[in-house]
């Protein structure tokens, strides 16, 4: 613990909760004669509300000798326990005088401290209690000592913490260990010299783990060359000490690898054991060691082994996430022995947290090679497979999302790999019609695209499976490779027949006795079963009553209807327009691909039928896509003049059967060398140090270690794991989270830090006693308006003339949205007795510090876009004339992500683009930016940012956020 900050605080290791004296403190007096009770209810109450008392500031010198008169030598057990806190909270030096301030302060005799008299017989009583006959008191005190640090009052003591080394209970030798490492540590020169030694016999003869453990805890950190000489004559039972002694000799491992490399071989054998310890702990530690300790491919498989086999053992998430992370930086050095063992790491998939599947499928897919592709996609087909076959309520959140990523995994094993493309496309054709079908179907357009070889096969499967297809979105892309790439007449004529078999006839508009027909039975649906109760005789001639439950029939006839034809009913204009595309495109083919010139014809008509059919419809329905109705009209007379005219045949074939296919290859071509690109930048080394950073010269040692980023520096890792890696932006990142609430004229300056962790809000208030007088009853009123609440408020204080002190408080918030938490100071003088009071600033809770960057697919954004209810527009005012640099300035002001991909190099007057991202409390934010450059109006950005939400909060809040950004920039 750190020293005392001030006159009213000092050496504690513990907190009570506030409501142990509820109604209020009493006064000193009253707690005194409580004291004198022989009741142990009683002693205990006052005891605790003696400790309560000094720990707001209160110094009650009378209480220490009632403790000692009639508290010390009580059997009651809680009430010894409380005993030992209140010594660790009472005052054990005198006060120094004044004479002897001034003489210190003018350069004079320093102040010395001396022991309070009384401490002597506190002494007396610790140390009856370390020769009580009950093990308990013995160990409890021991603990309590190791909390001690005055050389005044452990002196005495030590013979007798040495007597307990030697004691018939492990709890007491244990505890017993720890005092004496203690006491070496603080004070080992005076009181126990011999420390080191002493334990070095005890934990030869010691039979009890945790005795033995503590025992070489306190070798590892005091003696380090007797710990060394303990291992090494017990390196075979290391495995017999416990978890607790395992982790302590990795510790030991580290460090004195650290201190003299060549000191690696002597641990080699011992950390192969721990290995296969049963602790999972022990073995993440022994294998993170080795690694760090050898290079050597036995080593690094051994490691991989002992990861591999936790990730499989471990339902803990976070466990299976850290285990992963391991892997995935050992895969940049050793790819090749992971290789190995590639389908064990696999079978981590049966996790049913998507976030654990994407994580393994993300190391997997770094893994693969010619060699182990096939039974990579062996695996991924298989858990396809059981995503259709899952049911039970644990994996059905899973499922949709699972899907898509094994999709998108299988889809990059068949652009690395085309030998698999071939067995892969198939299989997942029949999922065309499940949640992932639009996934699938943008895999099986890449493939057809890229593997000619395969798009005979390809366009029958998808041909056959046609009918199946329910989503409209799935349908449009079906549609436009049918008619993009059926090149041979049998492909022309069988998609052909099938697109206007699915369609049927013209009209395609519901009729007045059907659309009547579908409502009455779409009510009845509605209703549910009836219930009937009647009452019945039964065989013996008793009564019973019998309820009985009947269902309306259900039309069975509209389910008749193919889908196609059922999307274009219901008023889906872009698909009837991408129908019209694609019948044109094949009957301007058909001639081409030798289908004879009257079959020809009648294609021409039966299409030219079909795209009357779709314009009349788009003319009458009511619908969503209404205003796509021009769009649809223009698209389809264009189509229309392209089969009757010759002339704009002749003008049109060539575009519309060879520019789409262009484009849509240019496009794979962008993207392929996107992801070129990417990783050829990721693979660039980062400076890890600036040029005027010390250097370690630890690190140019030629064994230095190489496992990814596993250092032995613990001090790294610590720094990594808090987050706290870059010292330089520490200082600013906390003064941003410092608030003033007073002002420097007010009796009391206040000022507070606050620290949001994700849940929680904690508030630490300095307060600072700008007067002559001292303030009792001091109290930090606090409130919060918004979803915040507070659980834990600050006490009443006594704080001294010109003094200062720290209190803290916790808030817990349930939703994300933006809070205030304001108040008031309010506190008695105690030499006027008069009462005052300060109103606080405002502190006003930001919403970026519960919002985190996410992504999701196209498909669940614009499905989440549709379900949200709250909504909130933006208008564009900034001063920026860049539409790429205020789309990066709204991205990094929000904390959120970009899922449109965009070319920086390109120019344009308009850009819109959808951005995600998700609070801690798992609440999804969207929000669309669409933003033009009007010529009109000075080059100067218009348009709207639309946010929507489930919860108004964040739709609100976030908009709040954009709003004030935009006006800052402008300022």
Known sequence: MSSAKNANESYCTFTLASDVTAGGLPSEEEIAKQLESNDPKIKRHALKAAIMAMLGGEAMPRILMQVIRFCINSDDKPLKKLCMLYWEVVPKYQEPTSDEVLRAAAGGQPL??????????????????????????????????????????????????????????????????????????????????????????????????????????????????????????????????????????????????????????????????????????????????????????????????????????????????????????????????????????????????????????????SLISHKNVVEVVTVLKREVGKTTQESSDSSEDKGKVYRNMLITAIHGCAVRFPEVAESVVHTLMDFLSSDGGMQVIIFVRAIVERYPNLRPAVLTKLINTLDEVTNGNVMCVCLWILGEYCETSETVKDAFDKVTEQLGEAPFVVAADDKKAQEKAAAEAAKGPKMVTKNVILADGTYATQTVYSEPKMNLSLDKTPHLRKMIIGGDIFLGTIIASCLTKMCLRAPDVGIDAVTSKAMNVKSLLIMCGIVKMAEVTVSAQKTSLADCSERVSLCCRALLDPKATALLKQTLLSEGKASFAAFLKHIQDKEVKEKEESKEEVVSAQADDLIHFRQLRSLAAQGGDIDLDDGTDLARATGYADGGSLLSNELSHVYQLSGFADPVYAEAFVTVHEYDILLEILLINRTPNTLANLTVELSTMGDMKIVERPQSHTIGPLDQMTIRASIKVSSTETGHIFGTIVYEDASTQEKGYINLNDIHMDIMDYIRPATCTDEVFRSMWAEFEWENKVAISTSISGLVEFLDHIVTSTNMSCLTPHDRNEKGSFLAANLYAKSVFGEDALVNVSVEKKDDNDGKLAGYIRIRSKTQGIALSLGDRITSVQRGHTQ
């Open 112 to 365: 010395q401290r001396k022991l309070l008299p009384e401490m002597i017989l506190v002494c007396n009583a610790l140390m009856n209690d370390l020769n009580h006959p009950n093990e308990f008191v013995r160990g409890s005190m021991l603990r309590f000592l190791c909390k001690v640090k005055d050389e005044e009052i452990l002196g005495p003591l030590i013979p007798s913490i040495k007597a307990c080394l030697k004691h018939r209970h492990q709890y007491v030798r244990k505890n017993a260990v720890l005092a004496v490492f203690h006491a070496h540590r603080l004070h080992g020169d005076t009181l126990i010299p011999d420390g080191p030694e002493l334990v070095g016999e005890f934990i030869s003869t010691e039979t009890d783990i945790g005795a033995r453990r503590n025992a070489f805890l306190m070798l590892y950190n005091e003696s380090e060359d007797l710990a060394i000489q303990f291992l090494a004559h017990n390196l075979d039972d290391v495995s017999k000490f416990g978890d607790g002694f395992a982790l302590l000799v990795l510790d030991l491992t580290r460090k004195a690898c650290r201190r003299d490399p060549n000191q690696k071989s002597r641990f080699v054998r011992v950390l192969f054991q721990m290995l296969s310890s049963t602790s999972s702990a022990v073995s993440y530690e022994a294998a993170w060691t080795l690694i760090s300790l050898s290079n050597s491919p036995t080593a690094v498989r051994a490691a991989a082994v002992t990861y591999t086999n936790l990730l499989n053992s471990q339902n803990d998430n976070n466990v299976m996430m850290i285990v992963l992370e391991r892997l995935e930086q050992l895969q940049v050095k050793h790819s090749k022995i992971l290789q190995e063992l590639l389908m064990d790491i696999l079978r981590a998939l049966s996790s049913p947290n998507p976030d654990i599947c994407r994580k393994v499928l993300d190391v997997a897919m």
